[in-house]
């Protein structure tokens, strides 16, 4: 949910039927409603415990447009506004969509509220009390594995307001709602289809044993946590999902832990003490000169105090590198000017449902302006914008024919299209005389069309200009095509909605709003702008993206055209 997005018409609404087809087409086993027997309603039921003992520290800077939006009533998920009467809940209405309803069913938005002083606590209060009302005994969509992991950690991280002020009465109603919705989840998370709600779910559980259930059952939380540790975050500290937010999400959670864990006079895990670091250097990897991340795969922007604060909670400054082969990324940063190479295969399963196929797509920004990017991703933003951002033709890359770099695969665990591969994608750096060459490539295309995409890239010295050079190429062990076929193509550069471009007589210029303006300059003919969107910021915005077309022939060994196209960006000498 974000205050952004003014100056955008609310879209409109979907019917039921088609909303129910999208979100069961794109949330698949983890959308559907969870059922419970009349066994499991009984153990659900049972009288709360007393109280917190200790309260989960809220470690996460609030988002004050939010929390200003919501103490004035107005619900916003991505481009869907709500505005609600005084005193009105949302539990109550028909909302937008079943996206709409699964993104305030979580509760993120709570200790945004709670920052507005006493009148945030109020209305936060009733907003919860309402929800108990509604749906506190059960309720086969908002008990799902997912929301339900996000509602309990969310309410623990909100625990004064909820559980230590007001009347008594309401007090112990939250108390037995909390405690139901705990062991709902300690029954269902290990089935559950979605990674991060078994991320969520463990920790939430490991912060309920300590704060409410005085130790209980604390060893087997532990080791479900250490598992899905060892299963999502990499020996480098990325998430395996290949998505710089959700690291950022997984390190805060985990520095809440550790916190928790300190302030009960209890040992920290000693994987939560080994990750930590790792996982705020690879943080730091992804962190553009603006403070906030580099939107790859399921990542989206962040807010830059986010990402600051994870930085600061470190007990020592994070290792700076610029190769992380583990999680598959490559940077090159000279005078300022910073590009990020995705050169990693998609994740394996469970973990790819909400990967991209986006090889050898780049993130490019001089000082705090980002220039190249992709279309991004929000997990606020339609679902069915979450699933077109994922095809290459969403990155600043080459595909052939419409076609993606990585096959997309129905799984049958989750009902969820995963990309595989692709195959033979690898990367080779040299840095000499202050200079940085890199060479990469993938064999996504290979089996289609016998090709391989190379793309080198140059970044000078001083950082004023970084060229490429994006090949198609028949490998000699192929053999010469029986038939020779010319494939289309096309290089996609996403222009930032920040930056105005504007076609010259030989190149494009890219001006920005508050740094030098750059030239986009390409021996390519047809060079030629299209209109394209950006969803990293939580809505979804109008931009502009550089689009090269060929045709590629079957036999070229990549290095001459039309199968071989140079470019370059050049920060204009004027500037």
Not at 405 to 421: I, M, N, T, W, Y
Not at 514 to 521: D, L
Not at 558 to 566: D, I, L, Q, T, Y
Request: charged share 25%; with cysteine.
């Amino acid at each position: 949910m974000s205050a952004m997005g003014q100056g955008h018409s609310t879209p409109r609404r979907r019917s039921d039927a088609d909303d129910a087809i999208l979100w069961r087409r794109f949330r698949g086993v983890a959308g559907e409603h969870v059922k419970a027997s009349p066994v499991h309603r009984l153990k659900l039921a049972g009288a709360g415990p007393v109280g917190f003992s200790l309260h989960l520290r809220n470690l996460l800077p609030p988002d004050a447009q939010r929390g200003e939006a919501l103490i004035s009533d107005v619900w916003r998920i991505g481009m869907s506004r709500e505005q609600l009467a005084p005193g009105e809940t949302p539990w109550r209405l028909s909302l937008p969509s079943r996206h709409f309803s699964d993104r305030i069913q979580r509760f993120d938005w709570l200790p945004d509220l709670l920052a507005h002083g006493e009148a945030g606590a109020d209305r936060a209060r009733v907003l919860v009390d309402d929800w108990i009302e509604v749906f506190g005994k059960f309720d086969g969509f908002a008990w799902r594995a997912g929301p339900t992991a996000d509602r309990v950690w969310n309410w623990m991280r909100a625990g004064p307001a909820l559980f230590d002020s007001g009347e008594e009465e309401p007090r112990q109603i939250r108390m037995e709602s909390f405690a139901r919705q705990t062991r709902h989840l300690e029954a269902v998370v290990d089935a559950a289809t979605d990674p991060a709600a078994r991320w969520r779910g463990a920790c939430a559980l490991v912060a309920a044993g300590i704060c409410v259930f005085a130790g209980k059952d604390l060893e087997q939380r532990v080791g479900r946590l250490e598992a899905e540790c060892v299963a999502q975050i990499l020996p480098d500290g990325g998430h395996v999902q290949r998505s710089p937010s959700r690291g950022l999400s997984a390190m805060f959670d985990f520095l809440a832990l550790k916190d928790l864990f300190e302030r009960a006079g209890r040992p920290v895990p000693d994987f939560i003490d080994r990750f930590v670091p790792r996982m705020g250097a690879m943080v730091q990897f992804f962190r553009a000169s603006d403070g906030c991340l580099d939107p790859f795969n399921n990542g989206h922007e962040s807010r830059p105090e986010l990402v600051s604060a994870a930085l600061a909670a470190l007990e020592t400054p994070p290792r700076r590198f610029t190769v992380s082969p583990k999680s598959g990324f490559q940077k090159l940063e000279k005078g300022g000017t910073r590009l990020v190479l995705d050169s990693g295969q998609a994740p394996l399963a469970p973990f790819g449902d909400e990967a991209h196929a986006g090889a050898l797509g780049f993130e490019l920004s001089d000082g705090p302006v980002r220039l190249i990017t992709s279309c991004g991703y929000s997990p606020e933003v339609d679902i069915d914008w979450q699933a077109a951002v994922r095809r290459t033709g969403a990155h600043s890359t080459l595909s052939i024919a419409g076609r993606d770099s990585a096959v997309f695969e129905l799984r049958d665990e989750s009902q969820l299209l995963a990309p595989q591969g692709p195959d033979g994608i690898s990367a080779k750096r040299l840095e000499e005389d202050d200079e940085i060459w890199l060479d990469a490539q993938h064999g996504g295309y290979k089996s289609a069309y016998g090709l391989l995409h190379r793309r080198r890239l140059f970044m000078s010295g001083d950082g004023r200009r970084v060229t490429g050079e994006d090949s198609l190429v028949r490998p000699v062990s192929q053999g010469a095509a029986r038939e020779r076929r010319f494939a289309n193509f096309e290089i996609r550069f996403h222009i930032h909605p920040g930056v105005t471009a504007m076609m010259g007589p030989d190149y494009i210029r890219l001006e920005t709003p508050s740094g030098p303006a750059w030239r986009f300059k390409t021996s390519h003919e047809g060079a030629r702008l299209e209109k394209t969107i950006y969803t990293g910021r939580g809505i979804v915005e109008r931009s502009e993206q550089i689009v090269l077309s060929g045709q590629a022939d079957p036999n070229s060994d990549g290095s001459e055209p039309p199968n071989c196209v140079r470019w370059a960006f050049l920060r204009d000498h004027s500037s």
